[in-house]
C-alpha cells in the first residue's frame, strides 16, 4: 500500500501547488487591455509631436532644402514604434511566462 499513498500524496502536493500559484497570480482586468492601448498610444504620440515640434524649432534657427518638422515627426514616429513594439513584447513575455515558484522544495 506505500505506493498508492505515496501517488496520492504527490497528487495532493501538486494540487496545492497549482492552488497556491493560482491564487497568487494577479486576476485580468478588462482595464488592462484599455490601458495597453493607451500606453501603446502615448509611446507613439509624443515622439511623433515632439519631432514635429523640434522640426518646427530647426524650420527657423537652421532652414534647410528639406523640410526639418516632416523628417523629425517621421524620426519620432519611428522611435515611438519601437518603444511600444518593445512594450508590447515585453508585456507578451511577462503574460507567457509561468509563475516561477518561490522557494525550491526538496526532499531530505
Not at 527657423?60 to 515611438?80: C, D, T
Amino acid at each position: 500500500m506505500k505506493p498508492d499513498t505515496d501517488s496520492a500524496s504527490d497528487n495532493i502536493r501538486r494540487r496545492a501547488e497549482q492552488l497556491r500559484r493560482s491564487r497568487k497570480a494577479p486576476a485580468y482586468s478588462p482595464l488592462q487591455g484599455l490601458s495597453a492601448f493607451g500606453v501603446v498610444g502615448w509611446s507613439v504620440a509624443l515622439p511623433t509631436v515632439a519631432g514635429a515640434l523640434l522640426g518646427l524649432w530647426l524650420e527657423r534657427v537652421a532652414p534647410q532644402k528639406f523640410s526639418w518638422p516632416i523628417a523629425l515627426m517621421l524620426g519620432g514616429l519611428v522611435v515611438g514604434l519601437l518603444v511600444a513594439w518593445e512594450w508590447v513584447a515585453r508585456e507578451n513575455r511577462n503574460a507567457v511566462q509561468p509563475p516561477q515558484p518561490d522557494e525550491q522544495h526538496t526532499d531530505d
